[in-house]
């Protein structure tokens, strides 16, 4: 069966440091995968989109990576921010038309 | 950035009554939405694929008679859960697609609807 699989413990970082998550997938062959953030209550909002044909992709202090390979995709956030306390969400493009399939996300809680 | 307004943000309703969710890109058109659902600590379902002028595409195992989408305006999407039960409390989200023209557009989300059926 179709699995997106995301840590469910939560990470907790000291500020300053860097935060690593990781989505692994089964029996998919996305074309995209993006990154989310969603905070409590709220939808999730874009980060980043990284192309089957892409090994990584940078965006001010967020970095992500694709193994297509590996079916693995790891996400970044340097020098991190008690504002970046959030659950991070892995979500895989079904079609390439944006049926996108989520990981159930990655909370993150950076320690001042 | 573009702004994709969800309404409203929060609704309780009895058991058997219909809730009408609406979804609006303010600032830009969207030929397409999709409306997930997202119950706690759980990962957003796609329930389905919103058209314009066109009926919706349901993901398997969702009840598109429970569930009514209509897209009738490149701007406003809305889901209707008929007759609400206890069991269809849940978290429901939609989101807008912004044409880029790259293919693998990014999705922009509406703030959410808490729904609680009492």
């Known amino acids: 069966s179709q699995k997106i699989e995301q840590n469910s413990e939560a990470l907790n970082i000291q500020e300053g440091k860097t935060a690593t998550l990781t989505c692994n997938y089964t029996n998919y062959s996305p074309a995209y995968l993006q990154w989310y953030r969603q905070d409590p209550g709220r939808g999730p909002v874009f980060l980043l989109l990284i192309r089957e044909n892409e090994k990584e992709k940078r965006k001010e202090r967020l970095k992500v990576t694709f193994d297509t390979t590996l079916k693995q995709s790891l996400f970044h956030i340097t020098a991190s921010q008690p504002a970046d306390s959030a659950t991070y969400l892995c979500?895989?493009?079904?079609?390439?038309?944006?049926?996108?399939?989520f990981g159930k996300g990655n909370q993150v809680v950076v320690i001042p | 950035g573009a702004v994709v307004s969800q309404h409203p943000s929060w609704v309780i309703c009895k058991s058997g009554t219909s809730v009408k969710i609406e979804c609006r890109s303010l600032?830009?058109?969207?030929?397409?939405m999709f409306w997930y659902r997202q119950f706690p600590k759980q990962s957003l379902m796609l329930m389905a694929t919103s058209n314009e002028g066109s009926k919706a595409t349901y993901e398997q195992g969702v009840e598109k008679d429970k569930f009514l989408i209509n897209h009738a305006s490149l701007t406003l999407s809305t889901l209707t859960v008929t007759s609400a039960h206890p069991e269809d409390s849940s978290f429901y989200i939609c989101?807008?697609?912004?044409?880029?023209?790259?293919?693998?557009?990014?999705?922009?989300f509406g703030s959410g609807t808490q729904l609680s059926v009492l």
């Open positions: 979500a895989l493009d079904l079609d390439g038309n944006n049926r996108l399939a």
């Open positions: 989101s807008a697609r912004e044409a880029t023209g790259q293919g693998g557009e990014k999705l922009f």
């Open positions: 600032d830009f058109q969207a030929t397409t």
